[in-house]
């Protein structure tokens, strides 16, 4: 399964991490960003219309590649497959998690802070995980030191990750892709800014790894 999430980092050096508070932002918002480059998109299942607008955004943009970002139990990852999601995106690893996704299709990405994750995880079939929160549990100094006991695996951060320090996460070798919410902010949905999305998205597709 791992390898199924891995050809995500194929689509572009950053996945954006969206939160959707209104339903109709959820369509406009995807447009914007496949516009600007950006077709990998994860939305959280932090707010209450984050399955419609997953499914939304499944059904009429077609060109994205729309993931739940958030999955925490058997049945948020229930959800996510009905809502027409192609991929999953977890905060920690559980085997329930990993079980649940098997179960469905869904091909998953588990989040992990520490080396113990890491081999769990690893034991479980994983090989490209989700370095979550990176800044906050020792961003770049962490992924070069797990790189010695773990040269087989390779990491999306995400949490905290900016425009400026996204080049230099890129620039690890154990890096494949990173997440950040830079790409969709709040006030530029609220204003129905989407051309500012989707030059913010142009921008990180850009960046070089």
């Known amino acids: 399964m791992s390898n199924e999430t891995l050809s995500l980092a194929s689509h572009g050096p950053v996945i954006p991490v969206i939160v959707i508070h209104q339903l109709e932002h959820a369509v406009p918002l995807a447009e914007a960003l496949v516009a600007g480059g950006v077709k990998v998109l994860e939305v959280t299942l932090r707010t209450p219309v984050a399955l419609q607008a997953m499914e939304a955004m499944a059904r009429a943009v077609p060109s994205a590649i729309v993931g739940a970002g958030t999955l925490r139990t058997p049945a948020d990852v229930v959800a996510a497959k009905n809502a027409g999601c192609r991929f999953g995106v977890s905060p920690g690893f559980t085997e329930q998690i990993g079980a649940a996704c098997a179960a469905q299709g869904l091909p998953l990405l588990p989040g992990?802070?520490?080396?113990?994750?890491?081999?769990?995880?690893?034991?479980?079939?994983?090989?490209?995980?989700?370095?979550?929160?990176?800044?906050?549990?020792?961003?770049?100094?962490?992924?070069?030191?797990?790189?010695?006991?773990?040269?087989?695996?390779?990491?999306?951060p995400t949490g905290g990750i900016t425009p400026e320090t996204a080049p230099q996460f890129l620039s690890l070798p154990n890096v494949k892709v990173c997440g950040g919410s830079w790409l969709t902010p709040q006030d530029a949905i609220d204003a129905g800014d989407w051309a500012r999305i989707t030059r913010l998205a142009a921008e990180a597709a850009a960046i070089r790894r």
């Open 112 to 156: 992990v802070s520490t080396a113990s994750e890491v081999m769990a995880a690893n034991a479980a079939g994983y090989s490209f995980l989700k370095l979550f929160p990176a800044v906050a549990v020792g961003g770049i100094q962490l992924l070069k030191a797990l790189a010695g006991p773990f040269p087989d695996v390779v990491f999306c």
